[in-house]
């Protein structure tokens, strides 16, 4: 798996995520969550554009790579595009895997996450928990 695809993965549901513990909140499925997502740092005017009421990534912008677009079961990096193959909830969040492709590499990508609100995602794993993200979701 390229470091690209891991990042795209990671940061999303790499995200999409911030501790290890506790009680998942929010969505209790991907389905919830689509739209625009950009790690908390990021702008999404300055990642994404509006096209015919779709979000789409803006050519060479800085944070593409922590954000992604999530449109039915398929989840849109800057540099790899995955698709949901499983999601169960567990007591630590939503777990899912992902099946990734890229320009380099093809493989399934597990990621954890919770929702601790209808806007948030905080992607976490709970072997690493110094390795979350958060990520907000665009209007």
Known sequence: MTASTRTMGSLLLAAVL???TGSPAGAASLSELQGAWVINS???SDVFTKRSGRFAFRP???????SFIINGSRIQGARATCTLAS???TADGLKAVL?????MMVGALPVTFRTPGPNTI???????PDLTATFTRCN
Not at 99 to 103: A, E, G, M, W, Y
């Open 18 to 20: 911030l501790g290890g």
């Open 60 to 66: 060479g912008k800085r944070n593409a790579d922590t």
């Open 99 to 103: 099946d990734c492709s890229s320009r």
């Open 122 to 128: 905080v992607k976490f794993d709970p072997d690493f």
């Open 87 to 89: 999601e169960k909830q």
């Open 42 to 44: 990021a702008q999404c």
